[in-house]
């Protein structure tokens, strides 16, 4: 891949945006904010890089510039001869981009990213992958496990930053805690009905302490002994309080 290195600069209303530049998830509004911030004060210290005349990699730095009012924005040019898909790698593995981006998210990347490289033929490994973008192997193996026990809509939600519902009405982005808690549902182990109303008496505590038992055991013995522990388990804590 040949490399970019003059800097040009071209009229912010100018600018069209290409979709691989949806890879990386939006900012949050502080996070938006803050980098609104440092290139009012600082400048635009990172360019952003066009592939044949398209922003691919930056959109955020161009909203905040429009925002500001900066008559420019400066960017570098990645080879027209790169193949779209080492386009995208730029884009996903891209430090810049990447740095306001929560664990969750970039394990995310991480998995899709080894998703594609599988279905080429790559035999990369989710370990060196997961390293590629600065998370743990487990936490690529959990997106893995939730996208086939949950669904592309949760997935793209913890993508964009959201927190999923769990046991309790509390909210997470723990991807062990929102694995959890689909596998369970998804297993009738829990329910959200009235006929489950006796799991909603527990403490959000008792009930955390409980996901986490059933879904080691779950991961051990199988769906029929966990649920079956897990109904004694409330019975048992029932009978406590």
């Known amino acids: 891949m040949k490399k970019y290195v003059k800097t040009f600069e071209i009229n912010p209303d100018e600018v069209e945006i290409h979709e691989l530049a949806d890879l990386t998830p939006e900012m949050t509004e502080a996070q938006f904010e803050a980098l609104k911030q440092s290139i009012e004060e600082f400048g635009q210290l990172e ?14 730095r161009l909203k905040a510039i429009k925002e500001i009012g900066i008559g420019h924005i400066s960017h570098v040019n990645i ?14 593995r891209g430090f810049e981009e990447r740095r306001h981006q929560s664990p969750t998210q970039r394990a995310i990347m991480a998995y899709r990213y080894w998703a594609r490289k599988k279905e080429a033929g790559d ?7 997961a390293k590629m973008f600065g998370v743990g192997r487990a936490q690529v193996a959990g997106i893995k496990k939730l996208m086939s026990v949950g669904s592309d809509m949760i997935v793209e939600a913890l ?3 959201k927190e999923i ?6 909210t997470t982005s723990n991807i062990r805690a929102v694995l959890v808690d689909t596998e369970l549902r998804n297993r009738g182990i829990i329910k959200d009905d009235t006929s489950s109303v006796k799991h ?13 038992v059933v879904g080691e055991i779950m991961t051990n013995y199988g769906e029929n002994v966990a649920k079956a522990i897990a109904n004694g388990l409330y019975a048992s804590i029932k009978r406590i309080k």
């Open 200 to 212: 909603k008496e527990l403490t959000y505590d008792e009930q955390e302490y409980v996901s986490h």
């Open 47 to 60: 360019p952003a890089k066009f592939y044949r005349g398209k922003l691919v990699d930056g959109r955020h």
């Open 123 to 129: 035999k990369l490994s989710q370990g060196e992958v």
């Open 165 to 170: 519902e769990t046991l309790g009405g509390r």
């Open 79 to 92: 080879d027209s001869q790169t193949t779209l898909e080492e386009v995208g790698e730029i884009v996903e």
């Open 159 to 161: 993508f964009q930053g």
